[in-house]
C-alpha cells in the first residue's frame, strides 16, 4: 500500500467515525454534502477513492476544513494516533452551552451572548490542535512544551481575543497589538474590552492598573481527553480554558508589586474583586483547586 492510498484509506475511515458518532446515517451525509447516496457507502467500503471535490464537499458537510482532516488523516497513516482517539477527542474539545453561566450578565457586561463565547473557545482550541498536529507529524512536542507559560498564555490571549472578535457579528474588531484595550467596540452594544489570561489559580495581571471592562479566561494543561491532574509535575500538553468571567474594574482593585521574575511592576486584579465577577464559563472536571474534607475547594467561590 502506497503513502497515498494509505492516507486516503485513513481518511475515509476518519469520515466515517465522525459520521457514526454524529449519529448521521450515510445518506443523510451523502444529502449534506451534496454527493449520490451510493457515492459514500461506495467509500465507505473501500470500492471507491474519493476526489478532491467530492472530499471537499465531505468535509463541508461535517464543517470541518479539508486540511484538518487530510493533517488527521496522515497522523493516523504515520500511526501516531488511532482514528477513534482522534474522533473522541473533536467530540470532548468542543465546548458546551452546559458550560455557561450567567449569560444575561455575560450579554448585560459586554454585549455578545453565550454562542460567541463558545465560538471564540472553540476557534481557539482549534488553532491550537491544528499547531499541535503539525508539530506532532514533524516529530515535534506540543506548542505547551515548546514555548514559556507566560507565552503560552499570551498565545491563547492571543487566539481567543481574535475568536471573539470573529464571532461577535461584527461588535467588535482587534485592536493594534500591545494597546490598550485589546478589543475595540465596533458597534453597540459592544464596549472597549480588555482581556486577561492565567494559567490554573493565579490571578490575571498586567503591568498596569488600568480601568475598565474586562473579560478574563484561566486555563488548565490536561492530556488530549481532557484528563487533569493537580500539580506542576502532572500538567498535560494540550490547554482546556476552565473558567471564564466578566465585570467593571477600577484601578484601585488592582494590587501593584515588583514580584521577582516578572518583568518590571505588575498589577494583579485583588482576590476580592475578582470573586465579585460575573462567571459566564465554568468546567468543573477542570477545577484546578484543592478539595478540603467538607467539599468545599481552597480559595475558590
Not at 484546578?288 to 481552597?298: L, T
Request: aromatic content about 6%; overall charge neutral.
Amino acid at each position: 500500500m502506497t503513502k497515498e492510498t494509505g492516507i486516503t484509506s485513513a481518511f475515509v475511515e476518519l469520515v466515517k467515525n465522525i459520521r457514526e458518532q454524529r449519529n448521521l446515517t450515510i445518506e443523510q451525509l451523502a444529502d449534506l454534502a451534496g454527493v449520490h447516496r451510493t457515492t459514500v457507502g461506495l467509500l465507505e467500503r473501500k470500492e471507491r477513492t474519493p476526489t478532491l471535490q467530492v472530499s471537499t464537499q465531505l468535509a463541508s458537510a461535517l464543517q470541518i476544513p479539508l486540511s484538518e482532516l487530510l493533517q488527521e488523516a496522515e497522523l493516523i497513516d504515520n500511526k501516531q494516533f488511532k482514528v477513534q482517539q482522534l474522533v473522541e477527542f473533536r467530540q470532548k474539545r468542543k465546548p458546551s452551552r452546559t458550560s455557561l453561566r450567567n449569560e444575561d450578565k455575560l450579554v448585560e457586561t459586554i454585549g455578545v451572548d453565550g454562542d460567541t463565547l463558545l465560538g471564540a473557545i472553540n476557534a481557539c482550541y482549534q488553532t491550537l490542535d491544528t499547531i499541535d498536529e503539525q508539530l506532532i507529524a514533524k516529530s515535534s512536542l506540543p506548542i505547551a512544551h515548546l514555548v514559556e507559560l507566560a507565552n503560552l498564555s499570551s498565545m491563547v490571549g492571543n487566539m481567543v481575543g481574535g475568536g471573539i472578535a470573529d464571532h461577535s457579528n461584527g461588535l467588535y474588531v482587534r485592536n493594534k497589538p500591545h494597546t490598550y484595550p485589546d478589543l475595540l467596540p465596533n458597534s453597540a452594544p459592544a464596549v472597549h474590552l480588555e482581556l486577561k489570561m492565567a494559567l490554573e489559580t493565579n490571578k490575571p495581571k498586567g503591568h498596569l492598573p488600568k480601568a475598565g471592562t474586562y473579560i478574563t479566561f484561566r486555563y488548565v494543561l490536561c492530556d488530549k481527553q481532557g484528563n487533569y491532574v493537580r500539580g506542576k509535575e502532572s500538567r498535560g500538553n494540550t490547554v482546556w480554558i476552565w473558567e471564564v468571567k466578566v465585570g467593571k474594574i477600577a484601578e484601585e482593585d488592582f494590587s501593584c508589586s515588583n514580584t521577582a521574575g516578572d518583568s518590571g511592576k505588575t498589577a494583579v486584579i485583588k482576590t476580592d474583586v475578582f470573586n465579585k465577577m460575573h462567571l459566564v464559563y465554568y468546567v468543573p472536571d477542570h477545577l484546578p483547586y484543592a478539595k478540603k474534607p467538607d467539599g468545599k475547594y481552597v480559595g475558590f467561590n
